[in-house]
């Protein structure tokens, strides 16, 4: 799903995708003349009347200044957000020097307000939306943000981008109607998502896009750079070393400082991204007093890396963020591309040799639980027998899905005791063999006689311990396993031409999916580089199940719909599940503060919502 421009701000890592809520009414009453409206709700009325001031969750006095100085894991080598995740490693933060046609409120789950449109209005059947550009609008070198850049903008995203082509699948034209109106035109009345998630429309430059650089070589939107981008946003690139470090600076006269949305946001004069190698190595520089403040993703890290002297005095403070608006799949994802995981009974015994509860109580100190859901932490999980509007949207596909979809709630083996272990490589090697493998000299072979061999792909060290756990259970089975752990660069190379055998998946959920199911599971995205469809799925259940989530009417049926997908990607076995905390965990220096109490789903609001806290960093030393 695309995100907001404040979303890629505040989120953590895991969160990088979090579609919005769905369904419900509006700030005004519909009609039939498509009434102009300063926001729209999927979930209910809004929350902020027009008029109003500032968030509820801002300090709007808070002071402008100081540096936040940031981690970031991997390297970077393109500022050019139209081919991210297609292109090169795109930069972080870069989000932030852009901005979108409506923004989302924190504290409500549905609910986006006008930051570039100042107005949006659509019809009662959604089949078109139309926003108005704010008058006041500028890119960075002054020139206004036009109707003809957000057109631009879709085009070519869509173009570029296999994550957007997914998301705007249904926006089939985009014109000018007006001096700064612009109407987008879907392919079918009744998509309610349609008119919100156009608002999260990131808008780019056509001007700058269609110029020359410095030197007079013309730029190309389809290709990476390293060129500081001409923005509209709160901040600008300021200087960088390509993987090493980036700075962004404040426009201390943006244009949409004093927006309703922006007041008391965007506090920093500066966002400093220092990049490391591994979290471990991060950890160190945290420690050190070269970053202000660390996402720890590692339970053994959180267990016993946080006894050092500034946690002792109170210097560093520990934190832990609830996520209270998404759900999440992430697993070891098996590339259908590749023949030997074709057989759904291979891919279950893999699930089967996969002993969470040893390694839970070994390597997590027993902080985690198993996923059992590509909706984990939401509403949206299915559990027990499908029942209800559920059971009648599954009967619209059965035969094209597995029977047990009907009669079989869907659990993960247990493992965690010898026996439990030993039952469970029974179960899975009558999978193999009822799939046609079989063991020769203790090697777990195809019906051609070739030993099953797998490579899991990694980039990051601390992932790779977590599969050297997992190994010696595939090997018991006969299966030769090895490890890669390469750089980041060449791992999003391998990662978007599908040049893997198994990946650690992450699918990030919010609790109103809609159309960036498409991409996460579809057919057509199946063979996109650089789509997340990482498995291959191309199942025509599937596909059918997802518009009908997309073409939901009502909230019941949404739920329903997605309880259905997620219990028909369950039973095909995409993945093997693996493990999830529903808190963000952090340390930080203690030099910032916030307003009270933070929103419920912005996570921890880092770094826009804080302001430098010059008496709480007096006391903490370093750095002034």
Known sequence: MSISRRHLLQGSAALA?????????????????????????????????????????????????????????????????AVAGVKGSIAPG???????????????????????????????????????????????????VTAEDVIFSLEQLKKLSPRYASYYNHVVKAEKVGDRDVKFTFDQPGNRELPVIVGQLMVLPKHWWEGTDKEGRKRDISQTTLEP???????????????????????????????????????????????FRDNVVALEAFKADQADWIIENSAKQW???YDFPAVRDKRVVLEEFPMRSSGRMQGYAFNLRRDVFKDPRLRRAFNYAYDFEEMNKQLFYGQYKRINSYFEGTELASSGLPEGLEL??????????????????????????????RNNRREALRLLKEAGFDIKDQKLVDPSGKQVSVEFLSSDPSSERLILFYKPSLERLGINVSVRTVDDVQYQNRLRNFDFDVVTGLWAQSLSPGN???????????????????????????????????????????????????????????????????????????RFSHAEPLPKYGVSGLPSLWWWDAEKAAKTGGRS
């Open 17 to 81: 995708a979090m579609p919005l809520a769905k369904f419900g009414g509006t700030a005004q009453a519909q009609s039939e003349s498509a009434p102009w409206r300063h926001a729209l709700s999927l979930f209910g009325d809004v929350k902020y009347p027009a008029g109003f001031k500032h968030f509820d969750y801002v300090n709007p006095n808070a002071p402008k200044g100081g540096t936040a100085r940031q981690i970031s894991l991997g390297t970077f080598d393109n500022f050019n957000v």
């Open 94 to 144: 870069i989000g932030s020097i852009y901005e979108t046609l409506m923004v989302s409120s924190f504290d409500e789950i549905s609910t986006e307000y006008g930051l570039l449109a100042e107005q949006v209005s659509h019809p009662d059947d959604f089949a078109w939306a139309t926003y108005r550009l704010r008058q006041e609008a500028r890119w960075h070198d002054g020139k206004p």
């Open 229 to 275: 981008p001409l923005g509209s946003g709160p901040y600008r690139v300021k200087d960088f070393s390509p993987g090493r470090s980036l700075t962004l600076e404040r426009v201390k006269d943006h244009w949409g400082a004093k927006l309703p949305v922006s007041v008391g946001q965007d506090n920093f004069d500066e966002l400093r991204y220092e990049f």
């Open 303 to 305: 267990a016993t890396a």
């Open 392 to 421: 009648e949207i599954l009967q619209t596909v059965r035969g094209k899905v597995p029977e047990e979809v009907f009669t079989t709630a869907y659990t993960n083996p247990v493992n965690g005791s010898p026996e439990a272990v």
């Open 516 to 590: 960036e199911q498409l991409e996460y599971w579809g057919s057509r995205a199946a063979d996109q580089p650089g789509s997340q469809n990482l498995v291959g799925i191309k199942n025509p259940a599937v596909d059918e199940l997802i518009q009908k989530i997309i073409f939901a009417k009502d909230r019941a049926t949404l739920v329903a719909a997605t309880k259905a997908l997620d219990r028909v990607l369950l039973w095909n076995f995409y993945v093997v599940p693996q493990f999830t905390y529903d808190k963000a965990r952090y340390a930080r220096w203690d």
